[in-house]
T-cell receptor, first 114, second 113 residues
Framework: AAGVIQSPRHLIKEKRETATLKCYPI?????VYWYQQGPGQDPQFLIS???????DKGSIPDRFSAQQFSDYHSELNMSSLELGDSALYFC?????????????FGSGTRLTVV | DQQVKQNSPSLSVQEGRISILNCDYT??????FLWYKKYPAEGPTFLIS?????DKNEDGRFTVFLNKSAKHLSLHIVPSQPGDSAVYFC????????????FGQGTRLTINP
């Protein structure tokens, strides 16, 4: 069965650069969630989209922005990267009315800022 | 403010014995709880969940217990197998409002042969 696809799997950027992370949800899933997991930390909710509209916002820095496109894939754009942005970024998708019961996570993108 | 807490960063259990992972929460609005298993370099994988209207949910070797008055839940794995070695995250959500998950810090479970 198709899973949540995240690309790239690994990304190395320098400070002050920009990064774009992509998430392709499971077919027919209309909701996408982004989480950030720092080293030794628990995953922290960043932002979510339902039917291409932002549905909730967590501890996402102003330097980050995200959107969900017409094909339901989502992109997380990160500018002016800082060393502290180094983390594992997970995307999860679900059917909007199922909420966390239907969550499926991708394998994540490991971002390293040097 | 850590709303979901897993106070044991690690746990080591002998193969065949019971593994008990604990989780506490502070937000009384949480009404749905999930356990995820995570291997290195992979995303969290759903294991088992429980609604606040229940106090127990069982799925094969995995059982989750919920004590609402104590705001405490636990995951029991019996018998424990070497393949169970992973990091286990407890997560909670509130059906009212956003459906985001709030995670605990995780417990690294090691099953010794």
């Amino acid at each position: 069965a198709a899973g949540v696809i995240q690309s790239p799997r690994h990304l190395i950027k320098e400070k002050r650069e920009t990064a774009t992370l992509k998430c392709y949800p499971i077919p027919r899933h209309d909701t996408v969630y982004w989480y950030q997991q720092g080293p030794g930390q628990d995953p922290q909710f960043l932002i979510s989209f339902y039917e291409k509209m932002q549905s909730d916002k967590g501890s996402i820095p102003d330097r980050f922005s995200a959107q969900q496109f017409s094909d339901y894939h989502s992109e997380l754009n990160m500018s002016s990267l800082e060393l502290g942005d180094s983390a594992l970024y997970f995307c999860a998708s679900s059917l909007g009315d199922r909420g966390p019961r239907g969550y499926t996570f991708g394998s994540g993108t490991r971002l390293t800022v040097v | 403010d850590q709303q979901v807490k897993q106070n044991s960063p690690s746990l080591s259990v002998q193969e065949g014995r019971i593994s008990i992972l604990n989780c506490d929460y502070t937000n009384s609005m949480f009404d749905y709880f999930l356990w995820y298993k995570k291997y290195p370099a992979e995303g969290p994988t759903f294991l088992i969940s429980i609604s606040s209207i229940k106090d127990k949910n069982e799925d094969g070797r995995f059982t989750v217990f919920l004590n609402k008055s104590a705001k405490h839940l636990s995951l029991h794995i019996v018998p424990s197998q070497p393949g169970d070695s992973a990091v286990y995250f407890c997560a909670a959500s509130a059906t009212q409002g956003a459906q985001k998950l709030v995670f605990g810090q995780g417990t690294r479970l090691t099953i010794n042969p």
